[in-house]
C-alpha cells in the first residue's frame, strides 16, 4: 500500500512541476470553525534544489490525457508510466502534509481524462471533502480545465482560493502549430466566466458580510517562454492584456524545459532560458508596481528585451534625457523608475528626506544599489556622478561594476533591480 | 557612566529605561545582569523589575510611535543581540523628543533598529516555515527548533491560530523552553531533561504512519525539482544550511 502511493506521488509531482506557480497569498481565509489551518500572506516552506519555493503541494490528479501538446510531458503520444490518485488519496496527503507544516495547501492539476467535465468534477470533488469535511482553511489552488461546464467552475470557485487557465503559448499561430487540436478560446473562455463571477462575488460581499466566498486569491495563468520563437513584446503585450482584461492576479513565465525531440521545439539540449525569465518577471513588476507601460519597455523598435542588463536600466539607457533626477526633491513615481532604486528604497528616500537632505552615504545605507543608481540621480553631495556620460559609457560601467552579476542565472523571488 | 543591569526580561528592560529618566542618567548602559562585568571607571545600578513602571514606558512609546515601531523595538529586544539595549534606549529617546523619529532613517539608531529587526522578523518567518511537526504516540504534533533569535513569542499565535484542531509542542532547544497548545490555550514548558527525546529512539515516540509521511513528503521533495533548472546557491541562500538538521526533507 505505502510503496503504490510512493510510487503514484512520484510520478505525478514529476508531471506537474513545470507549472511555475507556487504563490500560496492572496487569499485572507480565516479559522473560525476550529478547524484545521488559515491562510494569509502565504508561506515557502521550503526550497527546491533549483532555488524555487514549496508552499503548496503541487500534483496532477492523474497523467492520463486525451491532449497531444507538443510541449507537455503528458501529452498522448509521450511514451510514460500513467497514473491516477483517488480523491480520497489526495485529501489524506493534503491534510497529513498541511498537519506536519510542510505546506500551506492543495495545488491540483490534471491531465484531461475522458473529457473536461469528467476531469474538473474530480477535482472539485476534492475541493469540497477537504472543505466541508475536513474543515479546511488552508489554501486550494485549482486548475480550471478549458471546456468544463460554467456549473463546475462556479463550484470550484466556492472551495477554492485560487483558480487558473494555463494559456501556455502566448501567441495563437504558436499554439495552433504545437497543440492543433486546442482552441484558444477555449482557454479565455472560463477566465472571462470567473473574472465575472470574482467580480460579481466581490459586490454581493461588499452589500453581504455572510455571501460565500469565491476564488479570494483570484484567476492566474502560465505562459511557457521559448518554445513558440515568440517575441518578448508578443509575451508581454499578452500578459498585460490578461491582466487589464481579465483582472488576473498573476501571470508566470515558465522558461521551456526541453522534454521532447519534436521537430517543432527547441531541442533536448538546448538550455532553460532562465535569464530571459528573469527579464520577463522584471518587466511584470515594472508593470505592476512601478508605474511602466507595456510600450515603453517593449515595442517594436525593441521587440526582445536586453539579457545583459535589467529592464529598468535598459529603458533609462534609451531615455536619458529623464534624468539626472534630484533625490531630494523628486516626485516619487519618478523615483521609482531609477535604475537601483526599489520600491521600498524609493519609499525610504521620501520619508527620510524630510528630516535632512541626503547624501551618498545616506542613499547607500538606505539600501539603494548605487553603482547603477549614481548615474541618473543628484545628491546633497558635490561629487557629481554624472558627467554626461554616453548611453554606451554608462551600460560598460554599470557592467563592469557587476561583471558576474548577469551571468548567474537568477530566479524571480531573488533581488529583482 | 552608569551601567543598568536588569534581569533580562522584557519588563525589566522597560523599567531601565523608567529609571533612565526617572534618575536623569545622561551616560549610561543598559545590560543583562548576566553580562554583568565590574568595571574600573563605571558604576552600577540595578534596576528592579516594576510592571508599572514598565507599562508607562510602553504606553508612552505607543503614543509617540505607530504601533509596528513598538513592535520592533519588542522585536529588537528578542534578538539578545549584545548593546542592543543602547540602541533602543537612544531610539527611544529620540522618539520621546521628536515627531515622527521612526522615519527618521539617516540616524543611526533608527536605522539599526529597522535592520535588527527585519533580522528578528526573517527569523520568525523561517521559523514558521521550517517547523516540521512529528506526530507523538500521545498525539501531540512535536517539533523541535534552534532559531538564531528568541522567535518563540512572535510565532505563538501563527501556530495557535493554524492548528487549532491539534495539539502541539515546539521546542527551543537553544534557550530550553517550548510552547505547547493543549487545545485550549498555549502555555510556556520546559522539559526536565531532553534525553528522554533522544535516547528512546523515533519509533518508541512516534506514531506508526510519521515515517510513511515522512518518506512521502521526501519523495515529494525530490520529485518537484527540475534538475534541468539546479541552482545550488539560490537553493542555499534561501535554506542556509544551519537549518537542514530539522527539515525532514533535507535529512538523511
Ligand atoms: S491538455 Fe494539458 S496535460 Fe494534456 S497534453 Fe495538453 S498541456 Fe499536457
Known amino acids: ?417 | 557612566m552608569v551601567n543598568l543591569t536588569y534581569d533580562g526580561s522584557w519588563y525589566g528592560f522597560l523599567s531601565a529605561v523608567f529609571e533612565v529618566y526617572e534618575k536623569k542618567f545622561s551616560l549610561v548602559s543598559i545590560l543583562k545582569e548576566a553580562f554583568y562585568l565590574p568595571e574600573a571607571f563605571a558604576g552600577r545600578y540595578e534596576v528592579a523589575t516594576n510592571k508599572l513602571k514598565a507599562e508607562r514606558v510602553w504606553n508612552g512609546l505607543l503614543k509617540h510611535l505607530p504601533v509596528s515601531s513598538c513592535k520592533n523595538i519588542y522585536c529588537c529586544y528578542l534578538s539578545e543581540i549584545p548593546g542592543i539595549e543602547n540602541t533602543l534606549l537612544k531610539f527611544i529617546q529620540l522618539a520621546f523628543s521628536t515627531k515622527e523619529a521612526e522615519k527618521a532613517f539617516a540616524n543611526p539608531a533608527v536605522l539599526k533598529v529597522s535592520q535588527v529587526a527585519k533580522m528578528v522578523h526573517r527569523e520568525r518567518h523561517r521559523m514558521e516555515a521550517f517547523v516540521r511537526f512529528k506526530l507523538t504516540k500521545d498525539n501531540i504534533y512535536f517539533a523541535e527548533i534552534e532559531p538564531d533569535f528568541n522567535v518563540l513569542p512572535l510565532v505563538t499565535e501563527h501556530f495557535r491560530k493554524r492548528y487549532a484542531d491539534q495539539k502541539w509542542l515546539i521546542y527551543d532547544l537553544r534557550r530550553k523552553y517550548g510552547i505547547y497548545y493543549n487545545l485550549e490555550s498555549v502555555e510556556e514548558i520546559t522539559f526536565a531533561s531532553t534525553e528522554d527525546w533522544n535516547t528512546k529512539g523515533e519509533s518508541s515516540v512516534f506514531e506508526e504512519s510519521e515515517e510513511l509521511y515522512q518518506s512521502l513528503w521526501k519523495d515529494y521533495f525530490q520529485h518537484v525539482n527540475i534538475q534541468e533548472r539546479k541552482n545550488t546557491k539560490l537553493h542555499l541562500r534561501h535554506v542556509p544550511k544551519r537549518y537542514w538538521k530539522y527539515l525532514v526533507e533535507k535529512g538523511v
Request: aromatic fraction near 10%; charge should be positive.
Open chain 1, 1 to 417: 500500500m505505502s510503496e503504490r502511493i510512493r510510487e503514484k506521488l512520484q510520478i505525478l509531482a514529476d508531471a506537474a512541476k513545470y507549472d511555475v506557480s507556487c504563490s500560496s497569498s492572496g487569499s485572507n481565509r480565516k479559522n473560525h470553525n476550529k478547524g484545521l489551518g488559515d491562510t494569509g500572506n502565504g508561506i515557502c516552506h521550503t526550497y527546491t534544489e533549483d532555488g524555487r519555493c514549496v508552499s503548496l503541494l503541487k500534483i496532477l490528479l492523474t497523467n492520463f490525457c486525451i491532449y497531444d501538446c507538443a510541449y507537455c510531458v503528458t501529452r498522448k503520444s509521450n511514451d510514460i508510466q500513467r497514473t491516477a490518485f483517488t480523491v480520497q488519496e489526495v485529501v489524506d496527503l493534503t491534510i497529513n502534509f498541511y498537519r506536519r507544516n510542510y505546506i500551506e495547501g492543495l495545488f491540483l492539476s490534471s491531465g484531461i481524462f475522458k473529457n473536461a467535465d469528467y476531469t474538473m468534477e474530480r477535482l472539485v470533488r476534492v475541493a469540497k471533502k477537504l472543505r466541508t469535511e475536513h474543515k479546511f482553511n488552508g489554501y486550494i489552488h485549482l486548475k480550471s480545465i478549458p471546456g468544463a461546464s460554467d456549473e463546475l467552475m462556479h463550484e470550484a470557485g466556492l472551495y477554492a482560493d485560487r483558480l487558473s487557465v494555463n494559456i501556455e503559448i502566448p501567441t495563437e499561430q504558436g499554439l495552433k502549430l504545437l497543440a492543433p487540436d486546442k482552441d484558444r478560446k477555449d482557454m479565455i473562455q472560463p477566465m472571462n466566466y470567473l473574472k465575472e463571477e470574482i467580480i460579481q462575488n466581490r459586490e454581493e460581499k461588499k452589500l453581504f458580510k455572510k455571501a460565500p466566498l469565491f476564488a479570494p486569491a483570484g484567476q492566474s495563468t502560465q505562459m511557457i517562454i521559448g518554445a513558440s520563437r515568440e517575441t518578448d513584446k508578443d509575451i508581454m503585450f499578452t500578459a498585460n492584456s490578461f491582466y487589464r482584461n481579465f483582472n488576473l492576479k498573476r501571470v508566470y513565465y515558465s522558461g521551456y524545459v526541453p522534454i521532447s525531440n519534436d521537430s517543432r521545439l527547441p531541442g533536448l539540449s538546448s538550455a532553460v532560458p532562465t535569464i530571459r525569465e528573469n527579464r520577463l518577471y522584471q518587466t511584470d513588476w515594472l508593470l505592476r508596481f512601478y508605474g511602466f507601460k507595456v510600450q515603453e519597455i517593449v515595442n517594436n523598435d525593441h521587440p526582445n528585451l536586453d539579457l545583459d542588463i535589467d529592464p529598468k536600466l535598459g529603458w533609462a539607457l534609451r531615455n536619458l534625457h529623464e534624468f539626472p533626477l534630484d533625490i531630494n526633491k523628486a516626485d516619487l513615481h519618478l523615483i521609482l523608475r531609477v535604475p537601483g532604486i526599489g520600491l521600498q528604497s524609493a519609499h525610504k528616500i521620501v520619508e527620510a528626506r524630510r528630516f535632512q537632505r541626503l547624501n551618498w552615504e545616506h542613499l547607500k545605507k538606505i539600501g539603494v544599489a548605487l553603482n547603477r543608481a549614481r548615474y541618473f540621480i543628484t545628491c546633497n553631495s558635490s561629487q557629481f556622478e554624472r558627467k554626461n556620460y554616453s548611453e554606451s559609457q554608462i551600460k560598460q560601467f554599470i557592467l563592469a561594476s557587476s561583471q558576474s552579476k548577469h551571468l548567474k542565472s537568477i530566479t524571480p523571488q531573488l533581488s529583482l533591480f
